[in-house]
């Protein structure tokens, strides 16, 4: 899926906008459907009609008032995404509430076909459209044609005033990406950030760490204030060297909910967010304007190593 975005504006997909227009549609049409003939699902189904009707009518004008919101959500769908929420939430607990009910006898499993079409069908596009809007809110959004490794090299500077290519001259360079500052693995990565400069040392290379704040606001973050860095706000040089967003299960799979929960119970904690929360991590050694040793992270929990980039 792709969310055409630039700096300043994002555009939804045509897709999001038509499933929730269709949902509203749905929705309307089954509220004036449970309205006007509030009995037909109950014979459909071969159960027995309810003694108060009308508070199934009443339910059926809940519907009907969602396919109102998500109508007024289709203009919008990346800004209207608390309206998608609360139907979300509901196509969730909805089939949940079905489930429990049959198997205490209180419903039919036959009943359920209406579980299928109000609900199930569009938990898939509503989760979409859904995960489009937390990757906006926490993402940065990639701005003209990346950069090639070269001219990255060539154009970003180290704290120092060196740039990478001419920094790498002299001397091998350890240069770790790091996800935001907020997050638990950087946090982790720096109390072990005198330990890294270390290692670095002891195989004749710099440590450099590029971050995605503003130069100068990382400092408030690292333990070193001396550490040699690159300020890279709009992550050209994350995409120069190939470092992208990290998907779902890369961001909030098992195991990085496992690593994430052990290393915050290990005193590393969470922050605010403070950088694309999307971005994914890496490490290289860099020799004269070339990556002679490259280590991308699989998932957001995968910490770059030094000691590992040279006996790679």
Not at 185 to 211: C, I, P
Request: aromatic share 12%.
């Amino acid at each position: 899926m792709t969310i055409e975005c630039d700096a300043r504006s994002c555009k939804a997909p045509c897709w999001m906008g038509g499933a929730l227009r269709l949902a509203g549609i749905y929705n309307l049409l089954f509220g004036l459907w449970v309205a006007g003939w509030p009995k037909a699902w109950f014979s459909i189904s071969g159960m027995e009609e309810p003694r108060y009707i009308f508070l199934w009518q009443c339910i059926g004008m809940i519907v009907g008032v969602y396919g109102v919101g998500y109508l007024i959500a289709a203009q919008a769908p990346l800004k209207h995404w608390p309206i998608v929420l609360v139907g979300f939430l509901g196509k969730v607990f909805g089939p949940i509430g079905f489930v429990w009910a049959a198997s205490q006898g209180e419903l039919p499993w036959a009943a359920g076909w209406m579980i299928i079409f109000n609900d199930l069908i569009w938990l898939i596009p509503f989760a979409m459209i859904l995960w489009s809007a937390a990757c906006l809110a926490v993402g940065q959004p990639a701005v003209g044609e990346p950069m090639s490794r070269d001219e990255a090299m060539k154009t970003f500077k180290l704290s120092d005033g060196q740039t990478l290519a001419e920094a790498s001259e002299d001397q091998t360079l350890a240069v770790v990406f790091l996800r935001h500052f907020g997050c638990t693995f950087t946090r982790q990565l720096l109390k072990n950030l005198e330990n890294m400069e270390a290692q670095s040392r002891e195989h004749g290379a710099k440590l450099v760490l590029v971050h995605m704040l503003k130069e100068g606001e990382e400092v408030d973050y690292l333990r070193c204030a001396d550490v040699a860095r690159i300020a890279d706000p709009w992550c050209d040089l994350y995409r120069a060297f190939g470092l992208g967003k990290g998907g779902f299960l890369e961001l909030f799979g098992p195991s990085v909910w496992y690593r994430g929960a052990v290393a915050f119970f290990r005193g590393c904690g969470v922050g605010h967010l403070a950088g694309d929360g999307l971005q994914m991590p890496g490490a290289f050694l860099v020799r004269k304007g070339k990556i002679i040793v490259s280590r991308k992270a699989r998932t957001a929990a995968d910490l770059p190593e030094v000691d590992a980039l040279f006996t790679s």
